[in-house]
């Protein structure tokens, strides 16, 4: 399993700069909303964290639909999915998952405090923004992995992916922007929504992999 998150890390960072592709787009999607809701340093303070997040949530689905191409352009996907131990395969997918986050969504982790000092957010905003998208952004490949067993077998499957996601995201998004709005919201408390988020991860992390097995398998019957 550790020469697989290599081999996927590897992949990853090689495929036509997913990392640099996705923090650009992060970087259009943040630096374009203020030109539509105006100049307001207060108000764009406000709402920096949704920013952040839904700017966060949209380029973590660039390269998703690539997440079991090249397994499947030199046959490894066929002898992950021809074992006949379901767990071994969903294990297989969860570590293809933590190689994904790490090569392409977490460089945007990395990026979102210095967007969030574009916005005028405060310190405090900003670090409980990067802390949930550090444990809320793994739902998107988690899920992800799922849109992509789908859409493995489509030769245009991309635009699929993301419409599969995208609602099964929208609980996480919820709860990571509440709990960023409540680190700097002195009565709404933080560790609930951050709590509830987290256990979304955790939820996705179970389900995800075994969803995407049972996707695989039936794509290729």
């Known amino acids: 399993m550790l020469a697989l998150f290599r081999r996927d890390l590897r992949l990853g960072i090689r495929a ?9 787009f992060f970087l259009a999607v943040v630096a ?6 105006g100049p307001d340093l207060n108000l764009l303070a406000r709402i920096g ?11 973590g689905l660039l390269g998703l639909d690539r997440l079991f191409q090249a397994d499947r352009d030199d046959g490894a996907l066929d002898l992950m999915v021809l074992n006949r131990d379901r ?7 969860f570590v293809k998952c933590l190689a ?21 957010m405060s310190p405090a905003g900003i670090g409980a923004a990067t802390l949930t998208l550090l444990f809320g ?8 992995a799922t849109g992509a067993a789908v859409a493995i077998s489509l030769p245009r499957g991309g635009l699929l992916v993301s419409v ?3 609602p099964l995201m929208i609980p996480v998004l919820i709860f990571g922007v509440s709990a960023s709005y409540a680190a700097i919201a002195d009565p709404d408390p933080f560790l609930p929504p951050f709590l509830l988020m987290l ?15 049972t996707a695989l398998r039936w794509a290729t019957d």
């Open 16 to 24: 036509g700069g997913g990392a640099l592709v996705g923090i650009l």
């Open 32 to 37: 374009v909303i203020p030109f539509g809701v």
């Open 49 to 59: 964290p949704a920013i952040l997040w839904i700017g966060a949530l949209l380029a």
């Open 87 to 93: 767990q071994m395969l969903a294990l297989a997918i």
């Open 100 to 120: 994904h986050w790490t090569a392409s969504i977490l460089p945007l982790v990395v990026a979102a405090p210095l967007l969030g000092l574009l916005m005028n």
């Open 137 to 144: 952004t793994p739902a998107i490949a988690f899920i992800g």
């Open 164 to 166: 599969l996601v995208l």
């Open 199 to 213: 256990a979304l991860t955790l939820f996705f992390a179970v389900i995800g992999p075994v969803a995407a097995a």
